[in-house]
Nanobody, 120 residues
Framework: QVQLVESGGGLVQAGGSLRLSCAAS????????MGWYRQVPGKQRELVAA???????NYADSVKGRFTISRDNAKNTVYLQMNSLKSEDTAVYYC??????????????WGQGTQVTVSS
């Protein structure tokens, strides 16, 4: 029984900033990779940023230099700091995690998503 809960989405003006948070809870033994994906209607869900338990990061080219992913392993929480937001960043953002449960099952989990809308 694991759940990922996102927070921090909302409406922001172009050029502004927003910080998303995702907290994982439940029967978790360890979390390997946590990441953020986004999806707009009619398009495939795409990786925005990911971070391993050791701190290695990976970003989509479209957000490099503007977004920063980080995590607090003690809190099982991942963050996405989004700066210099553009209208093209408007999407539903989903938290994702590869983790091992206390029963030692390695599984992938998704949050319910949070809407980010950037107005011009």
């Amino acid at each position: 029984q694991v759940q990922l809960v996102e927070s921090g989405g909302g409406l922001v003006q172009a050029g502004g900033s927003l910080r998303l948070s995702c907290a994982a809870s439940g029967s978790i033994f360890s979390i390997q990779t946590m990441g953020w994906y986004r999806q707009v209607p009619g398009k495939q869900r795409e990786l925005v940023a990911a971070i391993t338990s050791g701190g290695s990061t990976n970003y989509a080219d479209s957000v490099k230099g503007r977004f920063t992913i980080s995590r607090d392993n003690a809190k099982n929480t991942v963050y996405l700091q989004m700066n210099s937001l553009k209208s093209e960043d408007t999407a539903v953002y989903y938290c994702n995690a590869d983790l091992t449960t206390t029963s030692r099952w390695f599984r992938n989990y998704w949050g319910q998503g949070t809407q980010v809308t950037v107005s011009s």
